[in-house]
């Protein structure tokens, strides 16, 4: 195991075998560089949807021990989006380097936009993980704003998957 950044804002452990681990106390530096950049509650709420989720498949796939990271992750993952749209994950390494972000955490941000805005591919499980999460929160979300009660706590899968083919759907999405 060997301590990555020991003199910088955001430390990150990398092990032997490509798993990572952040300290909690990080928490705060990526929260302050996420609040930086985005102001929007849609997008506020959208990064501590994917840092829950995050948060939740690292435990729920083995990963505990890295579960700060995974959420870290989830939670920076649109840092550029709102301030810098047409350079979605371009702008963010230069973001991340505020807070002396790893190349880890770059790579797993960067990476979210495989295909979409970036050419870095997924690699690790986590950026996987990301990738797919970031895109189906999303959409989760839109299908939960077309309903009466504007909530996924009375939704069923049914209706996510009805909606996903709706032409309507795209309408229930806030410009981005």
Known sequence: MRKTGQNSKLHVTKEKGGT?????????????????????????LHALTVEGVMRWYAR??????????????????????????????KKAPEL??????????????????YGLCSDVEPEHLMEKIMFASDELTGLIWAAAKMRPSKSVMDMEVSSVKKNSRTRDLPQAVPEM
């Open 20 to 44: 990572y681990n952040a300290d909690k106390s990080d928490k705060r530096t990526s929260a302050g560089a996420s609040e930086k950049y985005n102001k929007e509650e849609f997008h506020i």
């Open 60 to 89: 729920e796939m083995g990963y505990g021990d890295e579960a700060e990271f995974w959420a870290m992750a989830g939670l920076l993952h649109d840092v550029d989006f709102e301030q810098y749209p047409e350079e979605h994950c």
């Open 96 to 113: 991340l380097s505020e807070i002396d972000a790893e190349e880890e955490l770059v790579h797993a941000v960067v990476s979210h936009g």
